[in-house]
Nanobody, 124 residues
Framework: VQLQASGGGLVQTGGSLRLSCTIS??????????TGWFRQAPGKEREVISC????????YYAEPVQGRFTMSRDSAKNSVYLQMSRLKPEDTAVYYC????????????????WGQGTQVTVSS
């Protein structure tokens, strides 16, 4: 399984970015293959941002990004995306896509597969 994240960069406060994650080694929608986005800021623990369940019936967003970030997936491209809007300096972090876990509304997940991360920096 490989997850290739891209789309990070430097953006001003209030700006937008779209992260992409191309997946190989399994098919989106397969059993127990939820996908998600996580981030880790300097000096902080990695935290979940969003996830979509295997069936696509559940989409979870962490409270800090609700209303600003939108996660989506494209089965034809076997890819997932994170549209980030109204970015804030506190969104600065390395963003990771992850897969092979169960996405529910608990906010606690244990993915078995991780991408390499893409840096997002929001300047004030």
């Amino acid at each position: 399984v490989q997850l290739q994240a891209s789309g990070g960069g430097l953006v001003q406060t209030g700006g937008s970015l779209r992260l992409s994650c191309t997946i190989s080694g399994f098919t989106l929608g397969s059993y127990n293959t939820a996908t998600g986005w996580f981030r880790q800021a300097p000096g902080k623990e990695r935290e979940v941002i969003s996830c979509i369940s295997s069936s696509g019936g559940i989409t979870y967003y962490a409270e800090p990004v609700q209303g600003r970030f939108t996660m989506s997936r494209d089965s034809a491209k076997n890819s997932v995306y994170l549209q980030m809007s109204r970015l804030k300096p506190e969104d600065t972090a390395v963003y990771y896509c992850a897969a092979k876990f169960v996405c529910d509304y608990s906010g606690t997940y244990d993915p078995r597969s991780w991408g390499q991360g893409t840096q997002v920096t929001v300047s004030s």
